[in-house]
Each structure stands twice: as structure tokens, then as C-alpha cells.
């Protein structure tokens, strides 16, 4: 059956790094889009960034561009986020999920992990 498994989170400083891994079984992970997307307390889930199939071509919500990195290895059905210069906003559960195609609905997702930024 499909699984996406994340690790990774935990506590960080603010201006902190962090790199979240999702890892994929149970389908061709190379045949899919990726997607990263959080869920801060007490709000609704937020896009954050995706990558296609091939991983060369990558997108970001602007509160994340130019400091969130998402990539991809298809040997290795995994998928990543890096996490530069973090800010307390950035707190939230992060979840991975796939899509077939670019604009379809994301079919199965991930048990999430929890990005904290504290001080």
C-alpha cells in the first residue's frame, strides 16, 4: 500500500537549519509529483513547495523562497526539505504528499512531523 513516512522535525532556534525527509514506498515514486505542506497551530494547511518528477524544476510559496530547499532522490524513493534561516512562523506540522499530475488532487499523505522554532 502507498506509504509516506516523514522524519526529521523537532526543536530549532530561530535562524536555525533543519532537512525534513519523507520517504515513499508502495508506488513508483519517480512517476510523481512532490509536495510539501504545513499546518500551523490553530490555522489551516498551507502549500509550501513542490518538485515534478524529474526533480529539475522546483516552486515555493513566497513566505519560503530563498530559504526552503525541496529535492528529491528516485534511487532512494525520498523525498527532502532543507530549512534555512527559520522563523518562528515557520512552526507547524509538515506533511509530504503526491500528485500524478500537476494540477491533480494530492491522493495520500504522509502522518506529518512537527517543526518547532523556538528561542
Known amino acids: 500500500q502507498v506509504q509516506l513516512v516523514e522524519s526529521g522535525g523537532g526543536l530549532v532556534q530561530p535562524g536555525g537549519s533543519l532537512r525534513l525527509s519523507c520517504a515513499a514506498s508502495?508506488?513508483?515514486?519517480?512517476?510523481?509529483?512532490m509536495y510539501w505542506v504545513r499546518q500551523a497551530p490553530g490555522k489551516g494547511l498551507e502549500w509550501v513547495s513542490g518538485i515534478n518528477r524529474d526533480g529539475d524544476n522546483t516552486f515555493y510559496a513566497d513566505s519560503v523562497k530563498g530559504r526552503f530547499t525541496i529535492s528529491r532522490d528516485n534511487a532512494k524513493n525520498t523525498l527532502f526539505l532543507h530549512f534555512n534561516s527559520l522563523k518562528f512562523e515557520d512552526t507547524a506540522v509538515y506533511y509530504c504528499?503526491?500528485?500524478?499530475?500537476?494540477?491533480?488532487?494530492?491522493?495520500?499523505w504522509g502522518q506529518g512531523t512537527q517543526v518547532t522554532v523556538s528561542s
Open positions: 508502495g508506488f513508483t515514486f519517480s512517476h510523481y509529483w
Open positions: 504528499t503526491r500528485a500524478l499530475e500537476p494540477y491533480d488532487s494530492y491522493d495520500y
